[in-house]
Each structure stands twice: as C-alpha cells, then as structure tokens.
C-alpha cells in the first residue's frame, strides 16, 4: 500500500457501509454518494457498522487498490457526531483513526463577556 502521506486528499465516509462490498462496489459509492473523482491522489475510508472493520480504496497509475484493518477487541473511533456525510481528513487524523485515537472529540465552545 502507498503512504498515507502520499495521497493529496483523505476523505471518510461517514456512514457504515456494508462490508461485503468489493472494489466496485465501494468504488460507485465513492461516485454516487460521496460526489468525488476515483481518478485524484485521494483515499477513501470507509468502515462497518460495528467500527471493527475498515476499507480503504484507492487508485493508483494501474489500477484499483483495497486495504482492510480487522480489530477482534476494539473499535474504531468513528466520526458519529460530524454533520457531514463525506468528511475531508488530514494525515495525521487518518493515522490516529487507525491508531485507535478519537479526534473527533473537541472542547466546546466557550463565551464570555470579560475577563476578571
């Protein structure tokens, strides 16, 4: 598999898809609901609904490629609480994902009026 670092472009799909699902069907899925080109440096990362079983397609100069990560007693740290359908990743949160590391928590927001 190439380097995550060597993709221009990371894109998850959010909802769990069904793990069955090849290289075609992943790849309509790519074309259909995500609305992005297979034909960029990009990978795409999907996962099942119990967040045990990642897919990750990708193209390269000759042809398609397809990576899978198993967990037996964990579970990935999915994106459940992002608004959007197909979220744009960096590399490093990519690699915390495989990691086991959630970075889709963040602090909340604070106001104030003043300080002191």
């Not at 598999?1 to 069955?20: G, Q, S, T, W």
């Not at 960029?40 to 398609?64: A, E, I, Q, W």
């Not at 915390?96 to 963040?106: A, H, I, M, P, Q």
Request: charged share 25%; hydrophobic share 45%.
């Amino acid at each position: 598999m190439k380097a995550i670092a060597e993709f221009e472009n990371l894109y998850i799909h959010r909802a769990p898809v069904d793990m069955r699902k090849n290289i075609n069907g992943l790849a309509a899925i790519v074309e259909a609901e995500m609305k992005l080109s297979l034909r960029t440096s990009s990978l795409f990362v999907f996962c099942n609904g119990r967040r045990t079983l990642v897919k990750m397609l990708y193209f390269d100069r000759s042809g398609f490629a397809l990576w899978l990560k198993k967990l037996d007693d964990s579970k990935f740290p999915w994106p459940s609480h992002v608004d959007e359908e197909t979220i744009a990743a960096s590399h490093s949160e990519l690699q915390f994902l495989l990691e086991g590391v959630s970075v889709w928590t963040r602090f909340k927001e604070v106001h104030f009026e003043q300080v002191l």
